[in-house]
C-alpha cells in the first residue's frame, strides 16, 4: 500500500530557527503538493511541483519560506528564520495530476516557542 | 474561481445514510468535483471524484445534477468511524482551483 511519507512528524523549535520538513511523494506521482493546516485558516495551499519544477508557491510567505524537489523522491519545505505564527500541521501530498485525488501524508506537527 | 459553499456540521445516527450536499454555482466547463475525508490528526483522505450524473465506489455515492451547480456525497449506513470532517473541492487540470479545501462539514455520527 503506497503511502506519501513524512519526517519528522513533530517538531519543537524556538523562534528564529531553521526548519526543514521533508517529504517523500508516492512513487509514479509526479504532482507534489505543500499544505498548512491551523485551526484558525483551515487548510491552506502553499506551493505545487509538477516533475519536480514549481508550478505556483503563491500561498507562501516568500521571505522566510522555500520549498523544493531534490529529486523525484524527495521534496523539502524550509522555513528559515521560523516564527511562532508558523506553528501549524505541513502536510505534503502527492497526486498523478493536478486533477487527479491527491494522497496526502500524515503530517508534520510544527510548534515554534 | 469556483467557489464551493457546504454546511458547516451535521450530526446522524449510526446506520443512516447520509448526504451532504455542496453548492458550486460557477463551476466551469472543464472543472471536476472531488470530496475528502479528513479525521482528526491525520491528512485529508481522498474519497470520490466526478464530473455528471452518478459515479459510486465502494465507500461512497457522488450524485452531480444535468447543471453540474451542486454535488451531493452520499454515505450510505453511516457508523462511529465515519464521523470526519468532508470537503467537495471544484477545479480542473491546469488551475489552482482544485486546491483549495474550503472549510468542509464537519459530521458527526451519534451511537
Known amino acids: 500500500d503506497a503511502r506519501v511519507t513524512q519526517t519528522p512528524r513533530h517538531k519543537v523549535t524556538e523562534m528564529g530557527q531553521e526548519v526543514t520538513m521533508r517529504c517523500q511523494p508516492i512513487l509514479g506521482h509526479n504532482t507534489v503538493f505543500w499544505y498548512r493546516q491551523t485551526m484558525m485558516q483551515g487548510l491552506e495551499l502553499l506551493a505545487y511541483f509538477r516533475n519536480r519544477a514549481p508550478l505556483d508557491d503563491s500561498g507562501m510567505p516568500k521571505d522566510r519560506f522555500s520549498a523544493e524537489m531534490p529529486d523525484a523522491t524527495l521534496a523539502t519545505l524550509k522555513i528559515q528564520p521560523s516564527e511562532p505564527r508558523d506553528s501549524a500541521v505541513y502536510f505534503c501530498a502527492s497526486g498523478l495530476t493536478l486533477r487527479s485525488g491527491q494522497y496526502f501524508g500524515p503530517g508534520t506537527r510544527l510548534t515554534v516557542t | 474561481l469556483a467557489k464551493t459553499t457546504q454546511p458547516i456540521s451535521m450530526d446522524s445516527y449510526e446506520g443512516q445514510e447520509v448526504n451532504i450536499t455542496c453548492s458550486h454555482n460557477n463551476i466551469a466547463t472543464n472543472d471536476y468535483i472531488t470530496w475528502y475525508q479528513q479525521f482528526p490528526s491525520q491528512g485529508p483522505r481522498f474519497i470520490i471524484q466526478?464530473?455528471?450524473t452518478k459515479v459510486k465506489n465502494e465507500v461512497a455515492s457522488l450524485f452531480i445534477p444535468a447543471d453540474r451547480k451542486s454535488s451531493t456525497l452520499s454515505l450510505p449506513r453511516v457508523s462511529l468511524s465515519d464521523t470526519a470532517v468532508y470537503y467537495c473541492?471544484?477545479?480542473?487540470?491546469?488551475?489552482?482551483?482544485?486546491?483549495?479545501f474550503g472549510t468542509g462539514t464537519r459530521l458527526t455520527v451519534i451511537p
Open positions: 466526478g464530473y455528471k
Open positions: 473541492l471544484v477545479g480542473e487540470e491546469t488551475g489552482a482551483n482544485n486546491l483549495f
